[in-house]
């Protein structure tokens, strides 16, 4: 699951790093490559951005440290209910349009006809994926669960997580926290070596990796802001994207890659994430990180409906590699305008009239307790 940056609400008093931003952005890309390379070249081994698998892991660490930042004094006072209602808000809208986009390239494929086969029980897909509950129905596409938009599995993960912060993890002690996380890490190990990678989460047979990897990299991500593991570093914007790439290429190792993910995962994603909180930017990064962080959110939620379509071409047509190096970076170019044209056009202005219709809403109630 993609997060946001801490919610403007709270931004007056709320540190803003702007580099993590930007490497967000990075990852919401380097997930959309390896996506359609997936699909073109199906063996890890032969991936050069295998690894990419790993930008999860990385948001969910972004997450915990970033709802730290932004709630961890300001919940109390602003209260449970509407701190979910405004992560609800920033987050589904387009969960909700990206599960109208799966239907509408289900339904309009031109290389499958996978859609008749399923077309009686499209309704239940399309509730199932707007209200974010598993249903793996589709063999034909690895049993996610989200055939419509599969990516929203860590969104479903996200909001699990968030519930469980605004309830417990807002106000557990260090050590109660410490601990947590330590059994947290061991449950992570033991999974990536059950399952060789820790490429879990998404399908019915896999689920519970899902738990897992948040878990972790959630919780990790509240003890790096609270013990204020912040790295003051003059590394830029530019370096530290290569820091972070370096995880998604690292080659894909087989006997060892349990290994290499839960080293990645357990260490050196929360080592980015607090040198990225102490880096300084330019006045040119800050610009290019607040458009990367910007559209990242929107790119992760609606890039995969159409990779559907790249898989029925490329099961049908079955083109040659030369072909696909061209399809490649001219589709992860269109999506992410597309990703811009609909956070600019749609989820942008939808979540600004819901954000006015509850403030609107929250002046009536206080005004109400006022005058009783």
């Known amino acids: 699951m993609i997060v946001a940056s801490p919610a403007t609400a709270g931004r007056e008093t709320t540190p803003y790093f702007g580099l993590l931003d930007g490497l967000r952005g990075i990852a919401a890309v380097a997930v959309v490559v390896f996506h359609f390379m997936e699909f073109a070249v199906p063996d890890y081994a032969d991936n050069f951005i295998a690894h990419a698998y790993f930008a999860v892991d990385f948001f969910f660490c972004l997450s915990g440290f970033v709802i730290a930042c932004a709630y961890d004094t300001h919940l109390e006072k602003i209260g449970a209910a509407s701190f ?27 290389f499958s006809d996978l859609y008749t086969a399923y077309a009686p029980k ?14 793996p129905l589709v063999p034909e596409r690895y049993f996610n669960l989200f055939h419509l938009n599969p990516p929203t599995w860590s969104l479903f993960w996200e909001y699990v997580a968030t519930v469980v912060y605004a309830f417990v993890l807002v106000r557990v002690r260090p050590g109660v926290l410490h601990i947590l996380t330590g059994l947290a890490a061991v449950a992570l190990i033991y999974e990536a070596h059950a399952a060789t990678n820790l490429a879990v989460g998404w399908g019915g047979e896999n689920v519970g990796g899902g738990a897992v990897r948040v878990s972790y990299s959630f919780l990790m991500g509240l003890v ?7 790295l003051p570093t003059r590394l830029g914007f530019l370096s530290l994207a290569l820091l972070l790439l370096a995880a998604f290429l690292l080659p894909f190792a087989k006997q060892v890659n349990w290994l290499t993910d839960s080293v990645v995962v357990l260490f050196y994603f929360p080592f980015l994430v607090a040198l990225g909180a102490g880096a300084r930017m330019t006045l040119r990064s800050a610009k290019l990180c607040t458009f990367l962080g910007a559209i990242s959110y929107p790119l992760y939620m609606i890039h995969y409906p159409f990779l559907w379509i790249f898989l029925s071409y490329i099961e049908k047509q079955k083109p040659p590699l030369s072909t696909l190096a061209v399809l490649i970076p001219l589709g992860v170019l269109f999506l992410v305008l597309l990703a811009y044209g609909i956070m600019r056009f749609v989820d942008t202005p939808l979540r600004s009239y819901l954000s006015q219709k509850l403030k609107l809403e929250q002046a009536a109630v206080s005004y109400g307790k006022v005058n009783r």
């Open 224 to 230: 790096v802001y609270r013990a204020q593991w912040i």
């Open 84 to 110: 979910l209602l405004r992560r609800l808000i920033r987050l589904h809208p387009l969960v909700v349009i990206g599960s109208f986009l799966g239907l509408l390239t289900f339904r309009l494929d031109p």
């Open 122 to 135: 499209v309704l239940p897909l399309l509730v199932t994926s707007c209200l974010l509950i598993p249903y």
